[in-house]
């Protein structure tokens, strides 16, 4: 074993950890606070490359500066997404519901995407996308150091959102008790649909980072979402820590087993960490028993 | 009703049941060998339109289509139109299977060809087997195909075993003083890949090559950059990557240009034959010099072959060069299909998998195609190819006139 291929392995499962968590985020978010399972998350994070493709090569807008345009028109994708379908879910079945229409709206938007650029797979392109600087002995991407910056910026801003305004306090409310919080004056239904806007905008940041690391069609997201979904699984489902941590554990022990053992082995080992971290808490490291609930 | 009584009605009901199933069995499971005049003759297709395989499924698609669209304006086969049945299989082994059961049982088509890939023909033939359909493919060459003993099955295009033998031979046939010191091999666990890398290896290490690297990751991979981080620490002066799709490739081009790592010899089993769909992704410049195995490409001068890349430019735009080597594959499928209903006189599956075997030889825009007893193209020339600026151009073996020489080193990343 080659010792800066180790030292890559790490920075590489920490900074694309970072990205995967910050799509995972917005996962976990609609989970805990409306009890949904987006299915549809791993197409809209696709959905925002696709847009930034469109930005970058039909406009010359930068990949970066392009996130003005595609983090606010997902989270209006988000809302009406939720307005038209996820609100009328009601009753003991929303969660299983959940799955099957937002499984529906994903093979819808696949669809969409598929006839708007055809099946032929695409990349971002950018000078940083490419070039990389020496660090540790090792050359570091510059797209997956941009990357992490990012979502280190988006994700903090999310968490001063949550944890520093009157609106954050309304969606913790939320996410711990939706009847509780009415009952104390909090509009849920409002609450709900701003949280699936935002579960949903950030996946164009992710979307942008994603497309710009790796070819991609609309095909690439079935790839994702089962990625994003045992992030959620065992960060905790609703915990938006937990979503950080697994990321970065995932894709870091990942990396690790395939520079030190070897590829094959990587999948296994992290499905047998999930299996065992599920049969010692089976809500996840910072899940709670009540939100695997629905 | 008494238990005699009960006995007589379930044996009524399983006799009229099973009569139900066997009269099923007959009308929808044999083909048709005769078509009504003025009725098309259906061709039933599962192809990745989805999936891990959807750029090579819409080339595939547009290979069949080409064929379909030629032998149309020349009268149809045997006078009747051909129509496509095309239905998409998402890449899954399991979809293919549906996919061809109810391409024969309820859409009743008349033929059956391949879908792509050696994943996905292996059982798209055991299923149209069950009805006694040949099945006619050009993307499964993968051994572990070939010995699971069907007699229905042929693929009409190179046994992808020994594709990489010219570029090894190459390598080990290179002066001392210019032949690399160390390989690197690093493939995906795929059947079309897996089986090539040590037929190249046994051959570059008799050269006295060191291996350096070598590496097998599991096809569901996403993440390939520590696996190519891997590659370019052990700073290898070729690489031999094992590789079915686009992404694949870009991925493993992208981290080592990140890496500051420029083999001087790079070729990856499949995606750098995907013309437009694998230079539009990494760009000319980065494509320049990479080298692909195959057996076709757009400048070929087979039988054939400039006037179907002439009809896919003018169908589909692009240049020779840009031309995907799946469409020639899934053309040559439908090439060897017409031959043998005209050859046979009809549309009888029997008939055809009977004249596929009688050793005929037969043509198609890769060249000449015979069929051994398991099916295999034993006659196909392996050669390689590699990107040279814009173009896309033959340089093995180079004892073929038809070969450039090739570009050694290759240029760095970008240049």
């Known amino acids: 074993m080659n010792s800066s291929a180790l030292i890559h392995a790490l920075l590489d499962g920490v900074l694309t950890g970072s990205v995967y968590a910050l799509m995972a985020t917005g996962l976990t978010l609609i989970f805990g606070v409306m009890n949904i399972i987006n299915i549809a998350q791993g197409i809209l994070v696709i959905l925002g490359a696709y847009l930034s493709y469109t930005l970058s090569v039909h406009f010359g807008i930068d990949l970066f500066v392009g996130l003005i345009i595609t983090i606010p028109t997902l989270f209006v994708v988000g809302v009406v997404v939720e307005r038209l379908f996820m609100a009328r879910l009601k009753g003991p079945e929303r969660t299983s519901m959940s799955i099957l229409v937002t499984y529906a709206i994903s093979l819808i938007i696949e669809g969409a995407l598929n006839m708007i650029y055809s099946i032929n797979i695409v990349q971002l392109k950018a000078w940083y996308v490419d070039k990389s600087f020496p660090i540790f002995g090792v050359y570091l991407p510059y797209i997956y150091l941009f990357g992490f910056i990012l979502a280190v910026a988006l994700l903090a801003s999310l968490y001063v959102m949550l944890y520093r305004t009157r609106f954050g306090a309304s969606i913790r409310a939320s996410l711990a008790d939706q009847v509780a919080a009415a009952l104390v004056g909090i509009n849920v239904k409002r609450v709900s649909t701003i949280c699936f806007g935002l579960g949903i905008a950030v996946t164009a940041a992710g979307g942008m980072v994603y497309g710009a690391t790796n070819a991609f069609n609309a095909s690439t997201s079935y790839d994702l979402i089962s990625r994003l979904l045992t992030i959620i699984v065992l960060g905790g489902m609703g915990s938006l820590g937990g979503a950080l941590l697994a990321a970065i554990l995932m894709v870091t022990l990942g990396d690790v087993v395939a520079v030190v053992w070897s590829p094959i082995w990587s999948s296994p080992t992290f499905f047998f960490v999930l299996v065992i971290v599920l049969s010692l808490r089976p809500q996840g490291l910072f899940g709670k028993q009540s939100a695997r609930v629905a | ?415």
């Open chain 2, 1 to 415: 009703m008494n238990r005699k009584g009960r006995y007589l009605r379930a044996a009524g009901v399983t006799s009229v049941a099973l009569a139900s199933l066997a009269m099923m069995a007959t009308s929808s499971g044999a083909s048709s060998s005769t078509i009504a005049k003025g009725k098309p003759v259906v061709i039933g297709i599962s192809l990745s339109l989805s999936g891990d395989f959807s750029a090579d499924g819409l080339a595939f698609k547009q290979g069949y289509q080409l064929w379909a669209d030629t032998v149309n304006k020349n009268g149809g086969l045997l006078g009747h139109q051909v129509k496509l049945d095309i239905v998409s299989d998402a890449s899954s082994p399991a979809q293919v299977v549906t996919n061809y059961q109810k391409l024969i049982s309820l859409d009743h088509v008349n033929l059956t060809v391949g879908p792509f890939s050696s994943l996905l023909s292996l059982p798209a033939a055991r299923a149209v087997d069950r009805y006694g359909y040949a099945m006619v493919e050009g993307a499964g060459g993968a051994p572990s195909v070939f010995q699971a003993g069907l007699t229905n099955l042929f693929d009409v295009s190179m046994p992808v075993k020994d594709a990489l033998v010219p570029f090894a031979k190459w390598i080990a046939s290179l002066p001392a003083n210019k032949r690399p010191k160390s390989v690197a091999y690093v493939t995906t666990n795929d059947a079309f890949t897996e089986p090539q890398i040590p037929v190249a290896k046994a051959i570059i290490s008799a050269a006295g090559v060191k291996t350096k690297y070598y590496s097998v990751f599991p096809a569901e991979t996403t993440d390939y950059t520590p696996i190519a981080d891997a590659v370019a620490a052990a700073k290898a002066q070729v690489v031999v990557l094992g590789s079915v799709d686009v992404p694949t490739v870009s991925a493993f081009m992208q981290a080592f240009e990140q890496a500051h790592y420029n083999p001087q010899a790079f070729i990856a089993t499949g995606g750098p034959d995907q013309g437009t769909a694998f230079s539009s992704v990494v760009g000319l410049k980065n494509a320049n010099g990479v080298m692909v195995p195959n057996a076709w490409y757009g400048s070929a001068t087979t039988p054939g072959s400039q006037a179907m890349v002439a009809a896919y430019i003018k169908k589909y735009g692009g240049t020779a060069a840009t031309v995907s080597a799946d469409v020639a594959e899934a053309y040559s499928v439908g090439q060897v299909i017409n031959q043998a209903v005209v050859a046979t006189k009809g549309f009888d599956n029997k008939k055809i998998i009977a004249y596929l075997h009688s050793g005929v030889t037969l043509t198609s825009v890769q060249g000449g195609v015979k069929f051994d007893k398991l099916g295999e193209n034993n006659t196909a020339t392996a050669f390689t190819f590699q990107w040279q600026g814009s173009k896309f151009v033959q340089v093995n073996p180079t004892a073929d006139k038809a070969s450039k020489p090739i570009l050694y080193p290759k240029p760095v990343w970008g240049s």
